[in-house]
């Protein structure tokens, strides 16, 4: 695992995920090298800076993030940036935001973000059923034949889900596990968010050695909000399943569960095989 710094006195999800307001519609961000994966940051924080700044300018706790969807233009290299948010539409019920995520002018990421107040439940059906997988106590830490990115020092891995990395080109192309961050973090919109993005994608099950790849699209469906939140610290279910990989690029559906079985969020993201890992 590459690490820039002491994981101890690298920045916990909480404080590299912060959002200040520079300005109206403006909210300053900090890339810290110890959440990078390969040249830029982990697409997880990224996508999580863009919700924080929406939720900052929001500024209505009662309607929640619904949907996220997330492109992510160019790496989020170490330094300062600015997301830029603007206000689509606020109706009634449902607010519709836009946020960027700015550097040196270019843009770094887009995001759009649906946030809603809960509406009626009558047409709401039985609760899907999560997959089969051993308790999380009963499944080890994750040990990969392969180097993990630094911000995977962020964030505990228990594999019981699909395949390991690197069998080869016959295996199941789904990965996944129990997953927590090693430092207390609150339950909420961003972290669930960042947390589908925590593995690597389910595509590694099928290669034979490490390739760079990036997610460059991601759609995330928040289930589990309003809901009850989850204690800190408690491990979440996440899994992943490429459903088509071709011509240098995977579609990958994500799900996020909760040790009692409840789902919290969904996701589908477009991976990009980019070559050869050096």
Do not use: I, K
């Not at 959002?19 to 909210?27: L, T």
């Not at 997301?83 to 519709?96: D, I, P, S, Y």
């Not at 690597?200 to 759609?219: I, K, Q, S």
């Amino acid at each position: 695992m590459t690490r820039s710094r002491d994981a101890v006195t690298a920045p916990s999800f909480v404080v590299a995920s912060a959002v200040a307001r520079a300005g109206p519609g403006r909210y300053a961000v900090e890339v810290d090298a110890s959440w990078l994966q390969g040249r830029g940051a982990f697409g997880g924080l990224v996508a999580a800076w863009l919700v924080r700044a929406m939720e900052a300018e929001l500024q209505d706790p009662a309607r929640a993030l619904r949907a996220l969807g997330c492109v992510l233009c160019a790496p989020a290299r170490p330094g300062p940036a600015e997301v830029h948010v603007r206000a689509l539409r606020e109706g009634l019920n449902v607010t519709f935001l836009e946020a960027e995520l700015r550097r040196r002018d270019r843009v770094v990421a887009r995001a759009s973000g649906t946030f809603a107040r809960p509406g009626p439940t009558a047409a709401d059906g039985p609760p899907p059923a999560p997959p089969d997988v051993p308790a999380p106590g009963e499944v080890p830490a994750w040990s990969p034949p392969m180097p993990l990115p630094a911000y995977c020092q962020h964030v505990a891995h228990a594999r019981c889900f699909g395949a390991e990395v690197l069998s080869g080109p016959g295996a199941d192309a789904a990965l996944g596990g129990w997953t927590w961050f090693r430092a207390p973090t609150p339950d909420d919109a961003a972290s669930r968010v960042a947390l589908l993005d925590a593995w690597p994608p389910a595509l590694f099950t099928r290669l034979v050695a490490p390739r760079a790849v990036g997610t460059v699209a991601m759609a995330c469906h928040l289930v589990g909000l309003p809901g009850p939140a989850v204690p800190p610290g408690t491990p979440l279910l996440v899994t992943a399943r490429a459903a088509v990989t071709h011509a240098g690029a995977s579609e990958e559906r994500g799900e996020l569960w909760t040790p009692d079985g409840r789902l919290l969020a969904t996701s589908l993201q477009t991976v990009a095989v980019l070559g050869d890992q050096r």
